[in-house]
């Protein structure tokens, strides 16, 4: 339970370093090491360090872009390996996102995350006409 429960909190820092729009909190929860991806919804998938932290310089520099909320978030573990699956609450609509993680120097961090839209409902909110796409 303690594992899953350090998965959450890197998982709560990722959308407090996103909520918050911190680069360098955000640079700190990805891995360094091991191989990284991220799938924005409506993006290309992104590969490797310097794509991934290059769209979120851009994502998070962006003064539009949008206050994300993580909501239902539910770890799956296998050994030295984690993903979250969770809804992102976006205004009125909702993604569902997965987030990859790996321990890496002792500390979980990140290594993949993909968001799409979904026609599923996230606890309180209704289900979108039309699901955002980050800019």
């Known amino acids: 339970m303690a594992q899953e429960n350090a998965v959450?909190?890197?998982n709560d820092a990722f959308y407090l370093a996103?909520?918050?729009?911190?680069l360098a909190m955000m640079d700190a929860?990805?891995?360094?090491?091991?191989?990284?991806?991220?799938?924005?919804p409506g993006w290309s998938a992104l590969h490797g360090r310097e794509d991934v932290m290059s769209s979120w310089?851009?994502?998070l520099g962006n003064d539009a872009s949008p206050d994300v909320q993580c909501r239902d978030a539910r770890v799956h573990m296998r050994g030295e390996v984690a993903y979250v699956?969770?809804?992102?609450v976006i205004g009125d609509n909702a993604l569902m996102a997965t987030n990859?993680?790996?321990?890496?120097?002792?500390?979980?961090?990140?290594?993949?995350?993909?968001?799409?839209?979904?026609?599923?409902?996230a606890p309180g909110v209704?289900?979108?006409?039309?699901?955002p796409v980050l800019q």
């Open 8 to 10: 959450l909190f890197a």
């Open 57 to 59: 310089n851009d994502i």
């Open 85 to 88: 699956t969770c809804f992102e």
């Open 100 to 121: 990859m993680f790996v321990v890496e120097d002792g500390e979980w961090r990140m290594i993949h995350h993909h968001a799409s839209p979904t026609l599923n409902e």
């Open 18 to 22: 996103f909520a918050g729009r911190d």
């Open 126 to 131: 209704s289900a979108p006409d039309e699901p």
């Open 29 to 40: 929860l990805w891995a360094h090491h091991a191989p990284v991806a991220c799938v924005h």
